[in-house]
């Protein structure tokens, strides 16, 4: 039972444009969100997060968006460069620092020139 | 410096041995995990570590024992390896209120 859904195993966009990553939760327990990068052969790199008192949360070239009702959250990457090709795995969790981390499957992102 | 470390990166082992993986964190932070990786990259959690004390264990075979000797180490001991225990281990920590770091992560090959 996936609690985080990533449906999109792939996904290419031409450099320069906007990239969107999409996920959805079923618990409704989560308040905290978050995404992160992973290249092959490291361990995942924290890029942004939300929490649930918030709808969007910006950082340089990245923007998650939080939509509570329809349990939907969105990371946005514009302008998508090259080294933004790696695996974007997006993860909820409950407001406790002692709180498990729920991960998605992932998206591979593929940014071609 | 590198704020979660574990070794080692790779481990090669016969299926039936007994294998340690140890991870540290030098980020002060209470909590601990560790995530497997599996063939299907499904990132799991498995244990969970609050001050030295296990608060989750994700139905993970008790083959598998996790030690804390302090806030700082988490430790991973598997015994008696199985061929489905190959995949990719990642320790994390994380602090008040804050996202988890990950470590570089170990890629175990049981054969």
């Known amino acids: 039972d996936q609690q985080v859904k990533q449906n999109s195993p792939s996904l290419s966009v031409q450099e320069g444009r906007i990239s969107i990553l999409n996920c959805d939760y079923t618990?409704?327990?989560?308040?905290?969100f978050l995404w992160y990068k992973k290249y092959p052969a490291e361990g995942p790199t924290f890029l942004i997060s939300?929490?649930?008192?918030?709808d969007k949360n910006e950082d340089g070239r990245f923007t998650v968006f939080l939509n509570k009702s329809a349990k939907h959250l969105s990371l946005h990457i514009v302008p998508s460069q090259p080294g933004d090709s790696a695996v974007y795995f997006c993860?909820?969790?409950?407001?406790?620092?002692?709180?498990?981390?729920?991960f998605g499957s992932g998206t591979r992102l593929s940014i071609r020139p | 410096d590198t704020a979660v470390s574990q070794t080692p990166k790779y481990l090669v082992t016969q299926m039936g041995n007994d294998k340690s993986i140890k991870c540290e964190q030098n980020?002060?932070?209470?909590?601990m995990y560790w995530y497997k990786q599996d063939s299907k990259k499904f990132l799991k959690i498995m244990f969970s570590?609050?001050?030295?004390?296990?608060?989750i264990n994700e139905t993970v075979p008790n083959r598998f024992s996790p030690k804390s000797p302090d806030k700082a180490h988490l430790n991973l001991h598997i015994n008696s390896l199985e061929l489905g225990d190959s995949a990719v281990y990642f320790c994390?920590?994380?602090?008040?209120?804050?996202?988890?770091?990950f470590g570089q992560g170990t890629r175990l090959t049981v054969v």
């Open positions: 994390a920590s994380r602090g008040s209120n804050t996202e988890a770091f």
């Open positions: 618990n409704s327990m989560f308040d905290y």
């Open positions: 939300i929490s649930s008192i918030k």
């Open positions: 993860a909820a969790s409950a407001w406790s620092s002692a709180s498990k981390i729920i």
């Open positions: 980020l002060g932070h209470d909590t």
């Open positions: 570590y609050n001050n030295k004390e296990l608060i």
